[in-house]
């Protein structure tokens, strides 16, 4: 009788564990991405300069108002009202004071001055520049002292 010999099994490697710990680790990053996006709004249609550029740092606390107009699917202006775009809300620009003050209030309640607080302003292209400067008098009311804008770097 003729006994067959065989073949030593090679022990196969079970990918599936490390397949399903590389789609978490993308969907954590996709979460964290997100996270950070909800500060920009696609409503706010950022105006352009050519020598716009990204922060150098990053500040680890800062205060970001999105200031746009509500804009239909082929992103014309549906309502000329301008708002700022602030946590789910659309509040009017000239009644955003309350919300400010609440800012500051939590700032304040977290040891931190409001006066050290950079507020990030992402103001549509198309909102009037008088509005702008009524907000920043409501952020300085509330003791918001400093301000940036955020402009998209402009390609040539």
Do not use: W
């Amino acid at each position: 009788m003729r006994i067959k010999s065989q073949k030593a099994a090679v022990a196969e490697i079970d990918m599936t564990p490390m397949i399903d710990i590389v789609f978490q680790l993308i969907a954590f990053f996709m979460v964290i991405t997100n996270f950070e996006q909800i500060q920009a709004d696609e409503r706010v249609k950022l105006p352009s300069d050519s020598l716009a550029k990204p922060p150098e740092t990053k500040a680890a606390d800062e205060l970001v108002l999105n200031i746009g107009f509500e804009r239909n699917q082929e992103g014309e202006i549906t309502d000329p009202q301008a708002y700022v775009f602030y946590t789910g809300e659309k509040i009017p620009v000239l009644k955003f004071g309350p919300k400010l003050e609440q800012e500051a209030r939590i700032y304040k309640q977290k040891n931190q001055d409001p006066n050290d607080v950079p507020v990030k302003l992402r103001s549509d292209a198309q909102v009037d520049t008088g509005l702008i400067q009524d907000l920043i008098k409501l952020a300085q009311e509330n003791g918001f002292t400093k301000f940036s804008f955020v402009a998209t770097q402009k390609t040539q």
